[in-house]
């Protein structure tokens, strides 16, 4: 399915400060390596994190001051530096809705069911945690990857009704036919499409698509409201039209494909729903656990490569991660399934997955920093709530270096952290050689800088005392 809703009046989303240094003393590692399997552990101190922090929000999440938030990781520097699981008992959560038939539970067993605990939140007793709608951002990559590997030989400008009989698709215009390829990446198709309403609401598009038996029907047959590429309209069922198109395109399924070519190389474990037509439920069938969401992330975050192997190309990686239009909520932009939650400077993004029940994939690009939350509060979806959730780090600072390769060079390096600021603190500063100059400020560890967040409240009562860049 689905996104998530937090907090009355539509979307907002919690995003976590973390602004992380390099460790005081020279890291002991000096390599950092792409985690294909599990891993490798780290404490936060030593990568720049305050511990005491990190465990008063966790010790607030166990207790429930959040809701059903299920783990919570944080991941710098090739590593995870901290991880925790908060169980539930599902099976007496929602034993009330489990046998009454409404839109989150349409066909009343199976898979579709989202109160039934062999289903939701965790696949029949394993690990893997439902994503919902960062199911949509791996879907994406998916097809970034096929284009980067000349599978997918139809270009982003490719109208979409190339892919089906336009005879038989219902109220077919000229907008309709202008429809292409990249509008379904960037939920700008133009459809007339509602997922503004509650999903246990059936006038919710969504979750009347998941009530039959073709999807993409229900789909690619809506009338038209908007010029395509003009206007921001969340869409579950664009995103399952992927499923259609890949298949089409390609000749292969894209489940299988991701396999071979995304969660093989990436040593990720998954289950991927299909929907009852047999296509992959793309909008939001796939389970992964924390620590294989992160490898996404940070596939990312690293350009594209893994393992020194390129699989997407730079340009997808940008386009991706850059705004194509404003979502009109809070601020948020939209790229290719990335939502992407503007930095003070006006510049930078927070890279975000979102799914309904309280996914969070949250990328730092600048920081070199990712956070995963999974959840499970399909009643109230406040996922980690708006009065609480903000992640933390501190952190001393010797030297301002710039841009993402050079956040990287000090993981790697240690002793070092990227501080970036507003316009306001000025300062021009040269970095190591072969650095651009970057306004910044310079931190010393006897500064009395204290952070002033443009986020929500709930980082607010974590965030060390510590000198800290302004963001």
Not at 121 to 138: A, C, E, F, N, R
Not at 182 to 187: A, F, P
Not at 211 to 230: F, L, N, S
Not at 442 to 449: E, F, M, P, R
């Amino acid at each position: 399915m689905r996104t998530s809703r937090i907090c009355s009046g539509g979307f907002y989303i919690v995003v976590a400060v973390l602004l992380a240094s390099a460790a005081s003393r020279v890291y002991s590692n000096s390599t950092e390596s792409e985690p294909t399997g599990r891993w490798p552990t780290a404490t936060p101190a030593s990568v720049g994190l305050d511990r005491k922090r990190l465990a008063a929000l966790d010790a607030d999440l166990a207790r429930g001051k959040y809701s059903l938030v299920d783990s919570f990781q944080v991941f710098r520097c090739g590593k995870v530096v901290y991880e925790r699981q908060y169980p539930h008992d599902y099976s007496k959560i929602y034993h009330k809705q489990v046998g009454v038939r409404g839109p989150l539970n349409a066909h009343l067993t199976g898979p579709y069911n989202y109160f039934d605990p062999a289903f939701h939140p965790y696949y029949q007793g394993t690990d893997l945690h439902t994503m919902q709608s960062i199911s949509k951002t791996v879907t994406a990559t998916v097809i970034g990857i096929s284009l980067a590997r000349g599978d997918f030989k139809s270009g982003l400008d490719t109208p979409v009704l190339t892919w089906f009989d336009a005879e038989s698709v219902k109220n077919v215009d000229e907008r309709k036919r202008r429809m292409t390829l990249k509008h379904v990446l960037t939920m700008t198709t133009g459809l007339d499409w509602n997922e503004n309403t509650a999903y246990d609401d059936w006038r919710n598009d969504a979750s009347g698509m998941e009530a039959t038996e073709d999807w993409v029907k229900y789909t690619i047959d809506k009338p038209m409201a908007r010029e395509p590429g003009t206007h921001f309209a969340y869409s579950s069922g664009a995103t399952e039209l992927l499923a259609a198109i890949f298949q089409k395109e390609t000749g292969q399924d894209i489940e299988a494909y991701a396999e071979q070519h995304l969660f093989q190389p990436l040593g990720m474990k998954h289950h991927w729903k299909r929907s009852p037509s047999g296509l992959i439920d793309t909008e939001g069938g796939l389970f992964l656990n924390g620590a294989d969401l992160a490898k996404v992330g940070y596939l990312y975050l690293h350009d594209g490569v893994w393992g020194g192997q390129r699989l997407l190309t730079h340009q997808w990686v940008g386009q991706a991660t850059t705004p194509f239009i404003d979502t009109g909520w809070q601020g948020l932009k939209y790229g290719f399934k990335w939502w992407l939650y503007p930095r003070k400077d006006g510049v930078h993004f927070v890279w975000m997955g979102i799914g309904f029940g309280g996914q969070r994939l949250m990328v730092f690009p600048e920081e070199q920093l990712i956070a995963v939350f999974t959840a499970w509060d399909v009643l109230k979806d406040p996922s980690v709530r708006c009065e609480a959730r903000r992640t933390v780090a501190a952190g001393y600072t010797n030297e301002v270096v710039s841009g993402r390769g050079a956040a990287l060079k000090g993981c790697q390096e240690g002793g070092r952290i990227v501080v970036y600021d507003d316009t306001s603190l000025g300062g021009e500063i040269t970095g190591s050689p072969g650095v651009a100059p970057l306004r910044a400020w310079l931190i010393s560890v006897t500064s009395s800088s204290r952070l002033r967040s443009p986020y929500p409240t709930w980082l607010a009562s974590t965030l060390p005392s510590l000198p800290i860049m302004k963001r």
